[in-house]
């Protein structure tokens, strides 16, 4: 990948931690990230809650059965006094917390209009006046309700109403349990609320304590944290379970205050709370998460079976007893982490069994400075993993940062501390997602471009192969040992004027696309098409160290397609096509050139220009393909025999030009005999012994008569008539392209 590439992956992903950063610093909430941290806690809960049956709290329920039997809730005051009674009196429970409110006065007994009677119509009545004061305390159920529990250890329940929902108030309040400033700096249960719903003053009164019963919900309506504390006016009030503990323990008030911690230099305070002697320590806002437990922990009882006291008394006694209901109209049924229909008086059953064990959790203070830092040096940390090593290595990198992080909540976890980690977690996730996806599309874009490239001059096999590593290939110039081959075909003038325009074109159609198919079948790169004639290079864009014999057996395999090719042609009509073919290897200049109109990706250089050369003096020897010393040299796969050292028009230095045969490898005995003799009757000549070099030459000419050889003995008939000069080097000069 790029620098620039590497830069923009850089960018996104320090843009994406600093977007989790901003969230956990609480600049702005990103839902799905809330979302999540409530998927990790409650499957953490849901995999470690204890399941077990808890033999200290009980629920007694105002179910549908109680109600067929006792009559539709409220139930008189009567009924109520009997209940509290029978379950301190028979059964013995240690305390009773109750879920409900008795905000209005109980008139069932008749007793206002007995008084009524008493001032009016039978205000005469001596006997009457006697009989009503004898049943006066009988029939005043409110005050019979309001003596048994000032009598008993039970904690009453009402309920606030929170900041922005209306101030209106009703029945009387408990005095407050905690002064306002107990928590001082911290305010938990800010706002607070502005108005509630309460007992009946003479209830409130006797009963020696209350606790709000309101439940709290997340964002997605699960109850997974409660307040144990809400400021109102002048001080802090308890959670019904608190206030029941608190009863049950023998009243005593309850104690509260922050403790203070210093790390690396910041201090950090946590509020806590103690009731009944137990010390509970509270999230910053009041709370603590439910520590609830699995399965069915508490036993549900009926009302009316208590009422009746047909529960048998093992199953109450010494329990602390929370009143509520799950009949169907009554029933305050809540969303936790193991059910969708869940009795809110659970929930208080759980607290107290959670406080009672010490399971209760907060969150630390210094959480979200942890998670800050988590996200920041993790996001850092990965996102070099993954710019440096690629996505292998940053999956594994993923995962052990992903582990070292499910350890850490797994060891707050187990010291009774909820640390959210889902966002640093979402950062490893989402920088891996992130880098991946980028680095999949910055890929398709490099191979896409690198098709494009050089999808024009190579074959597509070979651009997929360059696409795979796409920082590989360049098309800046460079210099670099290649080799380049010419092809044309011979005497195309001619050949063009015996054909009308759209059979020639055929024919070109034909030949460039079947020469092309084989410079492309040996990895070669099509260079241009100068009218018939033909320029590839090797090894460009794609290092190939076997450039030069893939050249050569390109040029041989040219040759060799000719043959068929023209059977193709003499069957339609068309004229034999000869071409000339030269090849040379040497230091080129390779990339894209031309202006800023026109540009192409090219060879240049003075080795090109050779190659150029020899393909146009293949006629002038009457020979198929060309090649030079330095493609010779660099080809150990194929034989070659010497044809001349020639100066070709523009260059001093004498050039060797050789005839490749075929490779090495089955080379046929009498086609190698042919060219060790040639040589030899070459090296004759060069050494101007003409009778030797004809005697040879003409031992060849019989042998297997070609157009080479009588183009020597040519030479040599001129020689001897026109002797070369004294210093002659052997050197055959052309004074043309």
Known sequence: M???SRLV?????ALFVLLIAAHVAGVFHIAPMQRAEAWLYDIWLMRTAPAMQDDRVAILDIDEASLKSVGRWPWSRDTMTTLVEQLF??????????????????VSSGLATLKQLAKRDLAGSRDFQVALKQLAPHLDYDARFAQALAERPVSL??????????????GLLPPPSLPLDIFSPLEPGAPAPTGYGANLTAFQQAAPAAGFFNMRADADGTARQMALVTPYGQGYYLTLSASTLRVAFGGDAAHAGVDRQTVLGREYVSPWLEVGGIRIPLSADGTVHVPYLAGSPFPYLSAAEVLAGKVPPAQLENRIVLLGSTAPGLADLRVTPFSNAFPGVEIHAHLIAGMLDGTTRATPPWADDARLIAVLLLGTLLTAVLLRFGPAVGLAASIALLALLLAAYAAAWSRFMVVPMAAPMLTIFGLYALNTAYGFFAATRSKRQITKLFGQYVPPELAAEMSQNPTHYTMEGQSREMTVLFSDIRGFTNFSEKLPPTELAEVLNAYLSTMTHIVQQHRGTIDKYIGDAIMAFWNAPVDLADHAPRAVQTALDMQAALLQLNQEFAARGWPEVKIGVGVNTGRMSVGNMGSEFRISYTVMGDAVNLGSRLEGITKQYSVGILVTQPTVEADPVHAFMKVDDVRVKGKETPVAIYEPLGARTGLDDALRQNAAGFEAALSRYQAQDWDAAEAALRTLNARAPRTLYDIYLARIAHFREAPPPADWDGVFVYTTK
């Open 2 to 4: 790029s620098i620039s």
């Open 89 to 106: 009196d028979h059964y013995g429970v240690a305390a009773v917390g109750f879920d409900v409110v008795f905000a209005e006065p109980d």
């Open 157 to 170: 329940g009402y309920y606030f109403i929170p900041a922005g929902l209306g101030n209106a108030t009703s």
């Open 9 to 13: 992956q850089a960018g996104l992903s």
